[in-house]
């Protein structure tokens, strides 16, 4: 027992922020020296990643800190890449440290026994996972820091919050979050395809589409546990030429409301006139892991009754197949 609980007293999550907008290749590299000091790594892109160190310190013979410090010298060495380096016991607790570098880059370790005296100071929105509209929820009802968050009872925070979003709040002010470093290379971005039988001036027609690879594109994530940063649009014109154009979502997201509302603005900047079409394609971008995104509060009734709705259809595609649910837009096209 006692050999249990010391190994649960360490800080060996290691949470990694790169600087924001940078290059893809650049990403991919910071990631490879990551994987050099331990093959559990997790992306999270377009900048950040988890590496989890616990059979890495026997390897190193170095503590944590130490190895944050080696990561740290080898990527503005190499790469010409300063990162932040938060590490702790969770991943809560190190990607909240590494947020909390100032500057460039650093690397900031929090003890296991110091962890709630560290986090209860912060500001409520410095907790990893608390959004600004959480944070504006928690405030506005006097929950100014995490300290604060912590000593709430649960049921009060779920009321504020939501059911799930309440108990994840406050297990993570108090420092609980079993969540494991999953192993996780750059995610392919998802896509979907659509080819007219016949070529299209139809404005009706094409939205009727676009909407279907909506949903598509929706299911095909949700199912993944992935959501998008980020969606394209392309379009296939008579003669082989096509239209492509790339926009970023206002929060990642999976749910065909936001999905749907930026695949509409994508189409409507292509600006379609007498353009005959033969397909779409609808790509999600800068994919990542669900668990890794605060779902935020919407404050928006009409939006969380369409959420539970969406809920509900992925449970009965899952059952009956893709083609028994959908917008009915969908199936007129299709009929």
């Known amino acids: 027992m006692a050999a249990a609980e010391g190994q649960v007293r360490v800080s060996s999550v290691m949470h990694v922020r790169c600087p924001d907008r940078l290059p893809d290749d650049v990403f991919r590299q910071?990631?490879?020296?990551?994987?050099?000091?331990?093959?559990?790594?997790?992306?999270?892109?377009?900048?950040?990643?988890?590496?989890?160190?616990?059979?890495?310190?026997?390897?190193?013979?170095?503590?944590?800190?130490?190895?944050?410090?080696v990561?740290?010298?080898?990527?503005?060495?190499?790469?010409?890449?300063?990162?932040?380096?938060?590490?702790?016991?969770?991943i809560t607790v190190a990607a909240t440290a590494s947020g909390q570098i100032d500057g460039p880059g650093g690397v900031l370790a929090v003890d296991p026994d110091q962890v709630l005296d560290w986090l209860g100071p912060l500001p409520v929105e410095a907790l990893h996972g608390v959004g600004p509209k959480q944070a504006a929820a928690l405030r506005e009802y006097g929950v100014h820091c995490v300290g604060l968050l912590a000593a709430v009872p649960p049921a009060t925070v779920q009321r504020l919050l939501g059911g799930k979003a309440g108990r994840v709040a406050v297990d993570r002010a108090r420092g609980i979050d079993p969540?494991?470093?999953?192993?996780?290379a750059m995610p392919a971005s998802a896509s979907v395809r659509h080819s007219f039988v016949q070529h299209t001036l139809d404005g009706a027609v094409v939205r009727g589409a676009l909407l279907d690879l909506v949903v598509q594109l929706g299911l095909q994530l949700?199912?993944?546990?992935?959501?998008?940063?980020?969606?394209?649009?392309?379009?296939?014109?008579?003669?082989?030429?096509?239209?492509?154009?790339?926009?970023?979502?206002?929060?990642?997201?999976?749910?065909?409301?936001?999905?749907?509302?930026?695949?509409?603005?994508?189409?409507?900047?292509?600006?379609?006139?007498?353009?005959?079409?033969?397909?779409?394609?609808?790509?999600?971008?800068?994919?990542?892991?669900?668990?890794?995104?605060?779902?935020?509060?919407?404050?928006?009734?009409?939006?969380?009754?369409?959420?539970?709705a969406e809920a509900v259809s992925d449970r009965i595609r899952g059952k009956f197949g893709p083609g028994a649910i959908g917008p009915a837009a969908t199936f007129r096209r299709a009929s």
């Open 179 to 184: 969540r494991p470093v999953a192993p996780r």
């Open 222 to 308: 949700r199912g993944r546990g992935q959501v998008a940063r980020g969606l394209t649009l392309v379009l296939r014109f008579v003669g082989g030429t096509s239209w492509e154009k790339t926009r970023r979502l206002p929060e990642a997201s999976a749910h065909e409301d936001d999905l749907r509302t930026m695949a509409y603005r994508l189409i409507d900047a292509a600006g379609l006139q007498r353009g005959r079409l033969t397909g779409l394609v609808l790509r999600g971008e800068d994919l990542v892991d669900a668990g890794q995104i605060a779902e935020q509060i919407s404050l928006d009734q009409a939006r969380e009754d369409r959420l539970v």
């Open 30 to 69: 910071v990631l490879e020296q990551c994987a050099e000091l331990s093959p559990t790594v997790q992306a999270l892109p377009p900048s950040a990643a988890l590496v989890e160190l616990k059979g890495a310190l026997c390897y190193h013979g170095a503590d944590a800190r130490r190895l944050g410090e």
């Open 71 to 90: 990561l740290r010298v080898r990527t503005l060495s190499q790469l010409g890449t300063d990162v932040r380096v938060g590490i702790g016991p969770t």
